[in-house]
Nanobody
Framework: QVRLVASGGGLVQPGGSLRLSCAAF????????MGWYRQAPGNERELVAD???????NYLDSVKGRFTISGDNAKKKVYLQMNSLKPEDTAVYYC?????????WGQGTQVTVSS
């Protein structure tokens, strides 16, 4: 069974940092993009950052300069380093991997930024 497992969320004070990790289990070939999305209560899910198989990255404007996405296609892992966190970053974060066969979603990990 192919699945994604995300980890690394938690409670952090404003200005703090967290690192999210996501690993894919099962046979996945032809990965062409990996990314992180988030959804806050009452809001739609939005793209936070993604990275292509050619290492081209794309970021939500509000996280540019604070978040960094990295990925390892061979190991089927994607990471999101989040620095200078703000209360408005509070959301459930979902990892996503797209391949020639799958569009996979992780189970979501809660990130809460609060003093």
């Amino acid at each position: 069974q192919v699945r994604l497992v995300a980890s690394g969320g938690g409670l952090v004070q404003p200005g703090g940092s967290l690192r999210l990790s996501c690993a894919a289990f099962g046979s996945i070939f032809g990965i062409w993009a990996m990314g992180w999305y988030r959804q806050a209560p009452g809001n739609e899910r939005e793209l936070v950052a993604d990275i292509s198989s050619g290492d081209s990255t794309n970021y939500l404007d509000s996280v540019k300069g604070r978040f960094t996405i990295s990925g390892d296609n061979a190991k089927k892992k994607v990471y999101l380093q989040m620095n200078s966190l703000k209360p408005e970053d509070t959301a459930v974060y979902y990892c996503n991997i797209r391949s020639t066969t799958y569009n996979l979603w992780g189970q979501g990990t809660q990130v809460t930024v609060s003093s």
